[in-house]
């Protein structure tokens, strides 16, 4: 076993999602040294299909499948999922938050000062989700523009790669943030699995990682897990910490698709208009996916005959509140049905979709099967973390969706980063 010597660092993040790259940057950024371990590739992205394959699709790695069937997608690189999000930047949910002891308001204004987050320009919100907002304001829903993490100087009109990543750099993504690091004397090392955190005396001292099958140590005074809804708790419970990966969210969504007439589409930013139907308990907003996707989507409820209609097909996405439930698998499996009330809510929207796309014009609509968002609330805030977001061992703490205390139903991006901005503040006091 190899052994890093044990004082370079100030302190490890583990994972380098939205989370995890905050805390990495903020503490450089305060003079820190700060080892980044990830499990997965630095590949520049290249928005390409097999790209996406390699380090979101790969199954039992990245791609997981409950025991109901149920897709659930992860990013397995540097960066995270955030590779490949929408950029919607949706408001944290304060009040629930300070119930918790939680208080981002200053985070927040942080954020709104360094990263952008308005809603797209005109010129680049795309036919099929210009046309569902103009449908659902004529019925009367409060449908609007949503907010975005995209510096629109660098966007593209007509382009399909949100879903494969953007290989522009007009998407905000954790990886921005690595590099900051980086460029201020932080280290990343790539391929790094990592297995457990090593404790003594009940503290922290280092983590233990696996990289092309040989086993390595690297101490620190301060660890931070951020690997992830799935990940993270995997890592607390082989650290001893066996209350974590139980009862969690996954957020999952259907999409509902119509044909119709005037529309050669396909081709725009997914997720640039909708509406939060909360008392409903979930979200509706056009959902534009990649013709390969959208293949497979419809292939996968047997729509065989809509597989070419791609161009001129409007889509809707419904994303539920789900209830907490189920439990992670020591080996990174999901275990989680989607509950009844849950799948009401999915109905519930599926029904007003529906209107929508009728009133548009659309025919033959159909809705897709489940899938599964972002996993999170597996080590939660008032259970496994404090409102500090440390464990029960002294100087380590968790920074990604698992601390998420309730059921959710958003992109958790914008939370994501005010947590890991409190969170550095709060560590690079205890210096």
Same mark, same amino acid.
């Given at each position: 076993?190899?052994?890093?010597?044990?004082?370079?660092y100030d302190?490890?993040?583990?994972?380098?999602?939205?989370?995890?790259?905050t805390?990495a940057?903020?503490?450089?950024?305060?003079?820190?040294?700060?080892?980044?371990l990830e499990?997965?590739?630095?590949?520049?992205?290249?928005?390409?299909?097999?790209?996406?394959?390699?380090?979101?699709?790969?199954?039992g790695?990245?791609?997981?499948v409950t025991?109901?069937?149920?897709?659930?997608?992860?990013?397995?690189?540097?960066g995270?999922?955030s590779?490949?999000?929408?950029a919607?930047?949706?408001e944290p949910?304060v009040d629930?938050l300070k119930?918790?002891g939680?208080?981002?308001t200053?985070?927040?204004?942080?954020?709104r000062?360094?990263?952008?987050t308005?809603?797209?320009?005109?010129?680049?919100?795309g036919?099929? #989700?210009?046309r569902i907002m103009? +449908? @659902?304001?004529e019925? *009367?829903?409060d449908?609007n523009k949503l907010p975005?993490? !995209? &510096?629109?100087d660098?966007?593209?009109?007509?382009?399909?790669?949100?879903?494969?990543?953007c290989?522009?750099?007009a998407?905000?993504?954790g990886r921005?943030?690595?590099e900051?690091?980086?460029?201020?004397?932080?280290?990343l090392i790539?391929?790094?699995?990592?297995q457990k955190v090593i404790?003594?005396?009940?503290?922290?001292?280092?983590?233990?990682?696996?990289?092309w099958?040989s086993?390595?140590?690297a101490f #620190?005074?301060k660890?931070i897990? +951020? @690997?992830?809804?799935? *990940?993270s708790?995997?890592i607390?419970r082989?650290s001893? !910490? &066996?209350?974590?990966?139980?009862?969690?969210f996954?957020?999952?969504?259907?999409?509902?698709?119509?044909?119709?007439?005037?529309?050669?589409?396909?081709?725009?930013?997914p997720?640039?208009?909708?509406?939060?139907?909360?008392?409903e308990g979930?979200?509706m907003?056009?959902?534009?996916?990649?013709?390969t996707l959208?293949?497979?989507f419809a292939?996968?409820?047997?729509r065989?005959h809509k597989?070419f209609?791609h161009?001129?097909?409007?889509?809707?996405m419904?994303?539920?509140?789900?209830?907490?439930?189920?439990?992670?698998t020591?080996n990174?499996?999901?275990?989680?049905k989607l509950?009844?009330?849950?799948q009401?809510?999915?109905m519930?929207?599926?029904?007003?979709?529906?209107q929508?796309l009728?009133?548009?014009?659309?025919?033959?609509?159909?809705?897709t099967w489940?899938?599964?968002?972002?996993?999170?609330?597996?080590?939660?805030?008032?259970?496994?973390?404090?409102?500090?977001l440390?464990?029960?061992?002294?100087n380590?703490?968790v920074c990604?969706?698992?601390?998420?205390?309730?059921?959710?139903?958003l992109?958790?991006?914008f939370t994501?980063?005010?947590?890991?901005k409190?969170?550095?503040k709060?560590?690079?006091?205890?210096?």
């Open positions: 076993m190899d052994t890093i010597s044990r004082k370079p302190a490890i993040v583990v994972g380098s999602g939205p989370g995890g790259a805390v940057k903020e503490l450089t950024e305060k003079n820190k040294k700060v080892l980044i499990w997965g590739d630095n590949w520049r992205v290249r928005g390409t299909n097999w790209q996406t394959a390699a380090m979101a699709g790969v199954p790695r990245s791609l997981l025991n109901k069937a149920l897709a659930m997608v992860r990013g397995i690189t540097t995270g999922s590779i490949f999000y929408y919607t930047a949706f949910p629930m119930s918790y939680l208080d981002i200053q985070e927040i204004q942080e954020i000062e360094e990263l952008p308005k809603p797209l320009k005109d010129e680049l919100i036919p099929g #989700a210009g103009q +449908s @659902a304001r019925l *009367g829903y449908w975005k993490f !995209i &510096y629109q660098k966007c593209r009109a007509e382009c399909w790669r949100c879903d494969y990543g290989p522009y750099g998407k905000w993504n921005h943030y690595v900051q690091a980086l460029e201020k004397g932080s280290t790539n391929r790094a699995k990592v404790v003594e005396n009940n503290t922290a001292v280092g983590v233990e990682y696996k990289k099958g086993t390595f140590q #620190a005074p660890i897990l +951020s @690997a992830g809804g799935i *990940g708790p995997v607390l082989k001893g !910490i &066996y209350g974590a990966g139980y009862d969690y996954y957020d999952p969504l259907i999409c509902v698709m119509g044909t119709v007439n005037n529309l050669n589409g396909g081709k725009e930013i997720m640039a208009t909708g509406i939060h139907m909360e008392e979930y979200v907003t056009d959902m534009t996916v990649p013709r959208y293949m497979l292939a996968e409820v047997f065989f597989l209609s161009s001129n097909t409007l889509q809707i419904i994303k539920a509140k789900d209830s907490l439930g189920g439990r992670v020591y990174e499996g999901v275990r989680k509950a009844k009330e849950d009401a809510k999915l519930k929207g599926y029904e007003r979709a529906k929508i009728k009133y548009a014009g659309a025919r033959d609509i159909f809705k489940y899938v599964a968002a972002h996993p999170g609330g597996t080590a939660k805030v008032g259970d496994i973390v404090d409102s500090d440390k464990t029960k061992y002294e380590l703490y990604d969706c698992s601390v998420i205390p309730e059921a959710w139903g992109p958790p991006t994501l980063i005010a947590l890991g409190r969170l550095a709060h560590i690079a006091a205890g210096f």
